[in-house]
């Protein structure tokens, strides 16, 4: 296997702090060195210069498929949203076949993003993980089981074997790391959690879930149960260190506290939850207490795009705002939370999300010789405040190239985008 030798004005590896004229080596999949250029001086082997390296950015909570929904519904809260707009489209055009049609977009725009890995909770997810894999992009899907039909299963007992099917065909996959998921306590009953619950401990594998994202969600579990979202799930035994809790916005102290001590896992989705005027997660609090929490987009329905650059950016300002701090959220904090703190989230800490020797190498360059960037005095301040995903030149997964001085190396761009467009034109009128 050939080494090559990625030398950089920045290597930003997130894990120890930024080097100036820094170097990757990488071999096949993996990083076997990171340090000062000077380390590789006499070096003959192949190798390529950069404006900046940083590991690949991990989007901790997604539902990528909803691409091809897109702008059809905005401005609407939560409940109207979804029971109005998303619910009834999903029943009648969810197929396999716009699941095949809308996912590739989705991919293309976030490797262009500088996203490495994300998640998903969708339906038809074995399709859009074998896309994944035929890509190169590193994805780890749940099927969102939920009581009632969804596009891709009748009954809940029907969607349990769908998300089996899903863990074992991707078990051993380098790039495609399976999870279970149920889409809410509000939408799914009790022995619904608790089976999908037994799915991820059977398998080892993440439980993703919607957990406390509105008011809205707080009183219909008040009115069902007597208790709230994270008390009930407490109630039932499901809170665990493989409980991945989307959103989390409405959690009391006591709630952080259960939260902490179980060792669930949260995924920040601030645009979404801005864009839906769901309220602001207590982040600050839930880093204070220890949790582990990822950053992320949410579908591309609630947030609009994406863009993990840009989410980072809101995340770091709408917490300084809602707390009139400005020492919240700190530059390093919200780049650690946008890469090692998903790739933990989603049980994959130990391969991915920071630049480190043995690490598989998943990560992204970015040119610096922008206006925007110039001059440059700290790396990480301008990835997080000044940096967007216009900036990412070059993408690697498992040290394969999927996106080279601009250009999409393993997907045909203009073709997801032509079947996008086409699902585009029969979607329009409802
Ligand atoms: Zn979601």
Redesign the pocket.
Known sequence: MSETLLLADWVVPVSTPAIKEGALLIEGKTIKAVGRQSLFDGWCGKKESFGLLMPGLVNS???ASMAAFRGLADDLPLMEWLYGEIFPREKRWGTAELVAAAFPGAMAEMIRSGTTCSAD?YYHTTVSATLAARAGFRYAPGEGVIDFPSPSFETVEEGLVVSRQLVEKFADHPTVHPTVAAHAPYTCAPETLISVDALSQEYGVPFQL?IA?TPDETQIIQDRYSTTPVRHLHNLGLLSPRLLG??SVHLDEEETALYADAGVKVSH?PE?NAKLGSGLAPVPQFLEAGITVGLST??PC?NNDLDLFGEMRTAALVHKLHGMDPTVLPAPQTLRMATWGSATALGIGDKVGSLEKGKEADIVALDLSKPHLTPLYDPVSHLVYSAGRGDVSDVWVAGKRLLQDNELVTMDEEASLLSLRQWGERLRDG
């Open positions: 909570h997604n539902h909770m919607h994202e989307a959103h989705d979404s949410d579908g609630s």
